[in-house]
């Protein structure tokens, strides 16, 4: 007969429905224990009745499992205190059991609180507090590492700036902090040891993040994303659209709203239909034109190669008219003072595209839960797809001298398993390790004395997968 509860040690009696859940009526034989486990003496234990007990399980066949047992209790001539027989399988301090609670931690950062506690049978405060202990477990092992392209954007969480940090090549979060102050930036970057990894960063146009970047990565290119800077030009056409719409009869201005969906695309990706409609709309309002050939010229510098882009760049704001110049102000004044950013975009085409994508996850995830603090949304960002993949060994081998200097001048001449400098004595040889996660490989010096004992957990905080050559 199959055992429908598929628990070690446990023997089901008998099954009934309450309240639409699965009750299911089992014992734990056990033989009575010889000592005291209070006191430590022994044969002095005796039974003292039994005590009905309902524990909470994972559930069956789509609705909410209990198991409900007898209990036996027992007694101590010599303490005469009183404890209940050892059960196999039930988390200790609570009326559940270990699966169950291993459940409700796997499904913590993926569904909502009290949809958990809807399909467990249990109180959602529960859920919460086993959520709050499995934050603990993955937080005390979360340790990011810096990328190769930094990304740093923000986005508005419970009405405060919230600030993200992406590796932008391997497209996952490295965290969220609490707000987008330079102190509390600062704070969590000059944490990590490796800086020395970032190759440029990826910013929008937030001062703090361009004065933290310069401070914490010096000599590394700040890129500012090109999203936010052609958004600027949509923008000031969209001012001059509200301007002339203003101007407008009641009736008219209906029109010109409707206009904005199509003002707002390229021209090229515009269909035929679509073409016709704006070269007619625009061919009767002249200065609407003027401000839609300003958005689309701007937009055409980031399909030119980098000197021609750079000289239509500081053109720009020359072609202006006079009665635009007012209405494009926040875009030339964001092209005088980020020149040198926006303009790094030709050199270092990154974009914080996956970032900005990951704002949205964050609001989407802080609107169905109705309200998270800001703890648990950070959990659920951090950890809902699984912690972030180890860098995985893939060689080790003697440093040449060319690339033993390059390497020195990088990592600052220091072994980065033991942190001790390098070529102390004359049999201290530099050793290359070469790490690999994703489609990114890093090389990193070891002295000659972690060579001979080396292991990735003492260099990543990780498991070691290899000791030596493993591809």
């Known amino acids: 007969m199959t055992d429908i509860l598929d628990l070690k040690g446990w023997t089901v009696l008998g099954r009934t ?12 034989p056990l033989p009575m224990p010889t000592a005291c486990p209070k006191c430590g003496t022994l044969d002095c234990i005796y039974r003292h009745g039994t005590k009905a007990t309902t524990y909470v ?6 609705k909410p499992a209990k198991l409900r047992a007898k209990v036996q209790r027992y007694r101590c001539t010599s303490c005469k205190e009183t404890f209940l027989q050892p059960l196999g399988g039930i988390l200790e301090g ?7 609670a291993t459940y409700i931690k796997a499904h913590s950062l993926r569904d909502t609180f009290t949809r958990i506690a809807e399909n467990v049978g249990c109180d959602d405060k529960t859920v919460r507090t086993l959520e709050a202990e499995y934050m603990a477990e993955l937080e005390a092992s979360h340790r990011p590492e810096m990328p190769d392209w930094l990304g740093i954007d923000e986005t508005q969480i419970d009405g405060k700036m919230r600030c993200v940090l992406t590796d932008i090549g391997e497209r996952r979060i490295l965290d969220m902090l609490p707000d987008r102050d330079k102190a509390t930036l600062a704070g969590w970057l000059h944490r990590f040891k490796d800086r020395h990894w970032v190759k ?7 001062r703090p993040y361009r004065d933290v970047s310069h401070q914490m990565f ?13 958004r600027m030009a949509n923008y000031c056409m969209e001012r001059v659209r509200i301007r002339l719409q203003k101007q407008r009869k009641a009736g008219e201005r209906r029109l010109w709203l409707q206009s904005k969906a199509m003002l707002n695309m390229r021209y090229a990706k515009l269909a035929e239909k679509g073409r016709f409609n704006l070269d007619m709309w625009l061919a009767n309002e002249p200065e609407l034109a003027a401000a839609y050939g300003l958005k689309e010229a701007f937009y055409n510098i980031y399909d030119l190669p980098k000197a021609q882009a750079v000289a239509a760049f500081d053109a720009f704001p020359g072609t202006i008219p006079a009665s635009l110049k007012a209405d494009f102000k926040t875009l030339t004044t964001a092209m005088k003072n980020w020149r040198t950013e926006i303009l790094a975009y030709f050199d270092h085409p990154i974009t914080n595209a996956y970032t900005e994508a990951l ?3 964050a609001k989407t995830i802080n609107r169905q839960g109705r309200g998270y603090t800001f703890e648990v949304l950070r959990a659920r960002l951090l950890y809902g797809k699984g912690p972030l993949e180890p860098w995985r060994l893939a060689t080790v081998y003697p440093a040449n001298p060319t690339q033993l200097q390059l390497l020195k001048r990088e990592q600052g001449n220091r072994c980065q ?3 001790c400098e390098l070529g102390r004595t004359k049999d201290d040889k530099a050793n290359v ?10 090389q990193q010096l070891i002295c000659g004395l972690c060579n001979v004992g080396f292991h990735t957990e003492a260099l990543n905080h990780r498991k070691p997968p290899s000791t030596q050559k493993s591809g």
């Open 94 to 100: 609570r009326r559940m059991t270990e699966r169950c």
């Open 359 to 361: 704002n949205g996850v």
């Open 17 to 28: 429905e309450e309240d639409g859940a699965d009750v299911l009526e089992a014992e734990y």
């Open 218 to 230: 010096p000599g590394r290119p700040v890129v500012i994303d090109k999203f936010h800077v052609v």
């Open 417 to 419: 398993s033991c942190g």
């Open 200 to 206: 440029g960063v990826a910013i929008d146009m937030w």
């Open 57 to 62: 399980d994972i559930p069956m066949r789509g």
């Open 433 to 442: 390790v070469v790490l690999v996660r994703g489609n990114t490989r890093r």
